[in-house]
């Protein structure tokens, strides 16, 4: 049998230690500091840790950690199993003694916080008074991490780019069109149909290629063959707005971001045939125990992702990624 598995002295507070040192990227005093104790302490219970099992797991080089060893990976990927499964322990209990009362992490972008998301939020919090809610903000890619790393129980964003985390199931939820966002009185807004070329004529402020609708700009006018005149890109669409307001040029957003009562020097058109819709997704691991409230707060996002149907993502071993046709569009 293995000798890890059936060794006595180790412990969940060891394997929490390891995780989180490698979480704050091997940093002990950072590790330290995220725990609340001292790098002594640390440093104590990993080297007992390995003692136990019977290798290195870390990489040192003097006082420092700099990494892992190939058995190293090996433990740390059942250290974050046996983390997770403790905490699915503590809240199937929670969930049959205390249903009403918890908290969720919620990790989002800034334009699903700010602006797709707060009636969403408004309403899951008058129905669970109880529930301590918490939003992370980040890219798209930081949101995925955030939630494959525990630090978050449920993500909303856009697909983010590269390869899909094993780990994580993204439920397709809704569409985010676009439009074009230009100062009131600009000559763009005279046009009676709005084209990529009428666009290309004057500077575009819009979202970085790094994000999904900056790269979804970039392809419309790639395809269409035309050169846009990106004078500015963000990650912020509030920042992006500010910067149409001082003249620097025209947005294009998600229709969502723009809020006539709000932005009132500003006018937007719709140009959702123009560019692709974004894909708001829900990504969520697929071996955490969802509390009752979670479900609730991702059916909220979509009806069609009730607790069967997330239940039925969870237990298939195929694609983590549901059929993109799945929910509705959400202009406002």
Known sequence: MSRLLFAPAMNLQQLRYLHT?????????????????????????????????????????????????????????????????????????????????????????HIHARYVLREVIRDFIRRHPAVRLVLRQGSPSQVAQLVAAGEADIGVSSEPPGEPMPDLISLPCFKLERSVV?????????????????????????????????????RAFEKAGTEPNIVLTAIDADVIKAYVELGLGIAILPTAA???????????????????????????????????????FIAA???????????RMIRARGSRRAAPGAGTSRRS
């Open 182 to 218: 230009a100062p009131q009185g600009h000559p763009l807004l005279k046009e009676k149909r709005l084209t990529l070329k009428a666009i290309a004529r004057y500077p575009i402020v819009t979202y970085d290629v790094s994000y999904v609708g900056g790269a979804a700009v970039a």
């Open 301 to 311: 996002l979509s009806a069609g992702w009730d607790r069967e149907a997330i239940d």
């Open 21 to 109: 040192i490698a979480g704050e990227g091997f940093n002990i005093s950072r590790a330290a500091h995220a725990l609340h104790t001292s790098q002594p302490g640390i440093s104590k219970q990993i080297r007992l840790l390995e003692r136990e099992a019977g290798v290195d797991i870390l990489i040192r080089r003097g006082n420092r950690v700099v990494g892992v060893t190939e058995p190293g990976e090996a433990i740390l990927a059942v250290a974050r199993r046996m983390l997770q499964d403790a905490e699915n322990l503590r809240r199937i209990g929670e969930d049959h003694s205390t249903k009403s009362k918890g908290r969720m992490v919620v990790a989002t972008t």
């Open 258 to 296: 723009y809020e006539r009562g709000r932005d009132r020097g500003l006018r937007a058109m719709d140009a959702r045939k123009l560019f692709e819709p974004t894909v708001t997704r829900v990504e969520i691991r697929r071996d955490s125990y969802l509390r009752t409230y979670m479900y609730d």
